[in-house]
């Protein structure tokens, strides 16, 4: 399977610590997302690149929060000096360039990262 | 700015019975429109895409969904649930540009055999 593939499946650390997540896109994908989930909700969006471009950031992304994606491939997502308020569980999805006409090319999601901080 | 709602958290159905679950949008321009499924310990998979032409739409495992513009709404069914139906759905509409989504709180579908 050729997928959108995340590590860790799984990080407990404790409060403070940094953490970095990693993703692999799917290799013939050029855009990359990351989300982040909490138990009840749906997925809320974090950032997306463009190749190694990072092209939006949402609001939700403190200052704490770091993404790159430096050669276009693979992307990081670090969260520094975490708190009980990041855990939660961090989706990367990747997508083809948009193709012509209308449309959005749908996004293909990762099993994710679940952050516990305790 | 545009949000998604999808009015049941929790639904609880015996096999065989029919599916309806609710999704509103706010935007009233041109909208592309779609649900996600995540089955337990998978990742979140496409069910089913509106991007334009019949309003009525036809996904996998024998999901469909209607878009009604005058109602905003693009609501999921299916006749007949099975126990492997058992997952969490999630309507979902794009903003801007870049293809990101916003996604509704889910639905949490639970199928007694």
């Known amino acids: 399977d050729t997928g959108v593939s995340q590590d860790p499946r799984h990080k407990i650390t404790k409060r403070g610590q940094n953490v970095t997540f990693r993703c692999d896109p799917i290799s013939e994908h050029n855009r990359l997302y990351w989300y982040r989930q909490t138990l009840g909700q749906g997925p809320e969006f974090l950032t997306y690149f463009q190749n190694e471009a990072q092209l939006e950031k949402s609001r939700l992304l403190s200052d704490r929060f770091s993404a790159e994606r430096p050669k276009g491939s693979f992307s990081t997502l670090e969260i520094q000096r975490t708190e009980q308020g990041d855990s939660a569980m961090y989706l990367c999805?990747?997508?083809?360039?948009?193709?012509?006409?209308?449309?959005?090319?749908?996004?293909?999601f990762g099993n994710g990262t679940r952050l516990t901080v305790t | 700015a545009q949000s998604v709602s999808q009015h049941n958290h929790h639904v609880i159905l015996s096999e065989a019975a029919s599916l309806e679950l609710g999704c509103n949008y706010s935007y009233g321009g041109t909208v592309n429109l779609f649900w996600y499924v995540q089955y337990p310990g998978q990742h979140l998979q496409l069910l089913l895409k509106y991007f334009s032409g019949d309003p009525l739409v036809k996904g996998i495992k024998g999901f469909e969904a209607e878009f009604i513009k005058s109602k905003f709404s693009f609501n999921l069914r299916k006749p007949s649930v099975q126990w492997s139906d058992t997952a969490e759905y999630f309507c979902?509409?794009?903003?801007?540009?870049?293809?990101?989504?916003?996604f509704g709180q889910g639905t949490e579908l639970s199928v007694k055999p």
């Open positions: 979902a509409v794009p903003y801007n540009q870049g293809g990101k989504l916003i």
């Open positions: 999805a990747s997508s083809p360039r948009d193709r012509p006409g209308p449309g959005n090319s749908p996004l293909h």
